[in-house]
Nanobody
Framework: QVQLVESGGGLVQAGGSLRLSCAASGPLYSTACMGWFRQGPGKEREGVAAIEADGSTIAADSVKGRFTISRDIANNTLYLQMNSLKPEDTAMYYC????????????????????????WGQGTQVTVSS
């Protein structure tokens, strides 16, 4: 059984930073593609960033240069460092895991597509004020 528990959300002013954490348990963590997704008010869930076990990462264009995904396999924890936050980053942020090891193949970034992930946390709210 894979369990994912997010933490670290909160209220921050535009330009500020937050670091989200996702504590993972279960048989998949050390080998699986892990990702962060978000869903803003009235919007569909979108992929933010994903990471493979070897540390290879992909990220959405909207967060490149501002957000960094990382993982600490020894401590079973996934992170999302968010800098230069904008009001449009306001959303519920979710940690997710998939059974596959790779997050991308060539130009296909399946690590940013929610339908490829079968395990989800409960989410943590991030609110960015202007």
């Amino acid at each position: 059984q894979v369990q994912l528990v997010e933490s670290g959300g909160g209220l921050v002013q535009a330009g500020g930073s937050l670091r989200l954490s996702c504590a993972a348990s279960g048989p998949l963590y050390s080998t699986a593609c892990m990702g962060w997704f978000r869903q803003g008010p009235g919007k569909e869930r979108e992929g933010v960033a994903a990471i493979e076990a070897d540390g290879s990462t992909i990220a959405a264009d909207s967060v490149k240069g501002r957000f960094t995904i990382s993982r600490d396999i020894a401590n079973n924890t996934l992170y999302l460092q968010m800098n230069s936050l904008k009001p449009e980053d306001t959303a519920m942020y979710y940690c997710a895991a998939t059974r596959r090891a790779d997050c991308y193949s060539g130009s296909y970034l399946f690590g940013l597509a929610a339908e490829n992930f079968g395990y989800w946390g409960q989410g943590t709210q991030v609110t960015v004020s202007s």
